[in-house]
């Protein structure tokens, strides 16, 4: 993960308590009050609010990038289980945040979504990986890795780019965990197998 000082890192989660008070529209008024520390101190840190943008969304990514690998060496799991987590993960610590704000980027802060948009398009080796090992064990069927990876790409860019969460009253973490569900298990209501009677 990304060298940061305590300091920043302390800033840097008050920026994330602050963001799911208050969303995009907080000041850094709000921050340092958050923090109980002058917004001096903060500027040692992060010389503006763009750049504290910034740095909150990679230390974002950083963060599922360390929960990925963590499912990855999990040797209680099998690789479609894997498959399901590192596709939909998201650190515990997290799970409060509302991430539905974040779709007022594209519009108000392009340059801090095209970031977005290049974190969700990198990082994914472990997944490609994992799949790959899904078709040889014979779990996975041989999809194109190109499709699942693209599908789940704009699934999420949509959530950042419009307000579908918010219109239609789905948290992000709901609204992944469904679109993970679709592309591990598909829409289809798995039908059980009839028994098969042998003639006598």
């Known amino acids: 993960m990304k060298g940061r000082s305590e300091q920043q890192i302390h800033i840097l989660e008050g920026t994330i308590r602050v963001f799911n008070k208050k969303g995009m529209k907080f000041t850094m008024d709000d921050l340092a009050k958050e923090l109980g520390m002058s917004k001096k101190t ?91 090992q899904g078709k040889k064990e014979g779990v996975i069927r041989d999809v194109p890795i190109f499709l699942v990876k693209t599908m789940l790409e704009a699934s999420l860019e949509q959530f950042f780019a419009r307000d579908i969460l918010v219109t239609n009253k789905i948290s992000y973490n709901d609204a992944l965990e469904a679109v993970v569900d679709i592309l591990v298990d598909g829409i289809a209501v798995k039908q059980p197998q009839k028994a098969v009677t042998k003639k006598k």
């Not at 500027?43 to 763009?50: L, M």
């Not at 990038?65 to 998201?90: A, F, P, Q």
């Not at 409060?96 to 007022?104: A, H, K, N, S, V």
């Open 42 to 132: 903060i500027y040692v840190s992060y010389k503006d609010k763009q750049g504290l943008f910034f740095d909150m969304v990679d230390y974002l990514f950083d963060n599922i990038s360390e929960k990925k690998r963590e499912v990855v060496t999990d040797g209680d799991l099998t690789t479609v289980e894997k498959i399901r987590r590192i596709l939909g993960v998201m650190p515990e610590s997290y799970s409060e945040i509302d991430f539905r704000q974040l779709y007022m980027l594209k519009d108000k802060y392009p340059v801090l979504y095209s970031q977005v948009e290049k974190r969700l398009e990198t990082g994914w080796e472990e997944t490609i990986a994992l799949i790959e």
